[in-house]
């Protein structure tokens, strides 16, 4: 059962204040990723302490630097549940699923995974988590 829009209509919001698109079904996330969507990078958002602290404020940190993609789309772990399964599923198949994670697409191909384990990033801050790092590298 998915998580009542109102308790994490703040958490789809911190994205979404830095220019992230949500994609909440699988038709948004095809769309997003097709072969001609340049260079693409998806957030799987989630409730965890990980996403608040430390994956959400490195997104927008990574936004703000002059490497960056095309495009910025999220899909909701827990709540966006066809549009989280049809990414792991179809587009990220070769990964194991984590949230919170992101991932860099180019023209509809995934490119770059950053799903590292909860013990690398939940006592860093988002400027020093391996998400931001891996992000910002491989938008270079």
Same mark, same amino acid.
């Given at each position: 059962?998915?998580?009542?829009?109102?308790?994490?209509?703040?958490?789809?919001?911190?994205?979404?204040?830095?220019?992230?698109?949500?994609?909440?079904?699988?038709?948004?996330?095809? *769309? +997003?990723?097709? #072969?001609? !969507?340049?260079?693409?990078?998806?957030? @799987? $958002?989630?409730?965890?302490?990980?996403? /608040?602290?430390?994956?959400?404020?490195?997104?927008?940190?990574?936004?703000?630097?002059?490497?960056?993609?095309?495009?910025?789309?999220?899909?909701?772990?827990?709540?966006?549940?066809?549009?989280?399964?049809?990414?792991?599923?179809?587009?990220? *198949? +070769?990964?194991? #699923?984590? !949230?919170?994670?992101?991932?860099?697409? @180019? $023209?509809?191909?995934?490119?770059?995974? /950053?799903?590292?384990?909860?013990?690398?990033?939940?006592?860093?801050?988002?400027?020093?988590?391996?998400?931001?790092?891996?992000?910002?590298?491989?938008?270079?």
């Amino acid at each position: 059962m998915p998580y009542p829009e109102h308790l994490i209509v703040g958490m789809r919001q911190d994205l979404v204040q830095y220019g992230v698109e949500e994609a909440r079904t699988p038709e948004a996330v095809d *769309a +997003a990723l097709n #072969p001609a !969507s340049g260079t693409v990078l998806v957030i @799987v $958002n989630s409730v965890c302490g990980c996403a /608040a602290g430390k994956a959400r404020p490195a997104v927008g940190m990574a936004l703000r630097g002059a490497n960056r993609p095309d495009k910025a789309i999220t899909v909701f772990a827990g709540a966006d549940e066809d549009a989280v399964d049809h990414l792991r599923g179809n587009k990220l *198949a +070769a990964f194991p #699923p984590s !949230s919170p994670s992101m991932a860099l697409f @180019v $023209n509809g191909e995934p490119a770059f995974m /950053a799903a590292p384990p909860r013990h690398r990033i939940a006592r860093r801050l988002p400027d020093r988590s391996d998400a931001h790092r891996g992000v910002r590298t491989a938008l270079r």
